[in-house]
């Protein structure tokens, strides 16, 4: 089996590489960026499987698992995350996905899920798919408050502090004391970062 592992984590992708080449009928190829992956799909390469990381570069979340099924309707894709929710995971398997992959899996379950949609099936961990949308991949939004979140969904939007103070009834400093502090929480240095970190976490 043939297998596509596109992922910008080193660690990730090498371990992938050693769990499935260690099972011996298994040949994988790397590469860190969905523009990478697409290069080698519009090449001709052929692949039983390609995983594709949710957040990588170039990936756009579900855009990227779209044009990968586009290029050849008979590819297996499946996208692999440690951060999407239970809600992208079943719009990613809607979509035509051959599976969705919790980074949080054992490398033996990864493996058996690999070997599962090559052959064919349609995988999602069973644990995952039922786990309450806060507890199935939002570790960030534990981090913030109620008002916190409201404000960085304005962030994600491109609103002022302004528009935000306005939406929420808030005063225009209140708001900016907000955005002060869930910087901090999420490690954000300015508002776009802010807003690319919320949408790697399929926050909103």
């Known amino acids: 089996m043939r297998v596509l592992i596109a992922d910008d984590h080193d660690l990730l992708r090498d371990t992938l590489e050693v769990f499935l080449e260690g099972e011996g009928n298994f040949e994988t190829v790397t590469v860190a960026t969905f523009a990478e992956a697409e290069k080698l799909c519009l090449r001709g390469d052929r692949f039983d499987l390609v995983l594709l990381d949710y957040s990588m570069p170039g990936m756009n979340g579900l855009e990227g698992l779209k044009r990968m099924l586009d290029l050849n309707g008979e590819r297996?894709?499946?996208?692999?995350?440690?951060?999407a929710n239970r809600?992208?995971?079943?719009?990613?398997?809607?979509?035509?996905a051959a599976g969705f992959l919790p980074k949080t899996l054992s490398g033996k379950s990864l493996v058996n899920a690999v070997r599962f949609m090559a052959m064919g099936e349609q995988y999602a961990p069973l644990d995952f798919m039922r786990a309450e949308d806060e507890a199935a991949g939002n570790p960030l939004a534990e981090r913030l408050s109620r008002r916190e979140l409201e404000v960085l969904e304005g962030l994600t939007l491109g609103k002022s502090n302004k528009e935000i103070a306005r939406d929420l009834d808030l005063r225009e400093p209140t708001v900016k004391l907000h955005v002060k502090t869930l910087y901090r929480k999420i490690g954000a240095s300015n508002r776009t970062q802010a807003a690319m970190i919320a949408k790697e976490a399929g926050l909103f």
């Open 76 to 83: 297996r894709v499946a996208i692999i995350s440690g951060t």
């Open 87 to 96: 809600e992208i995971a079943e719009q990613a398997l809607a979509a035509g």
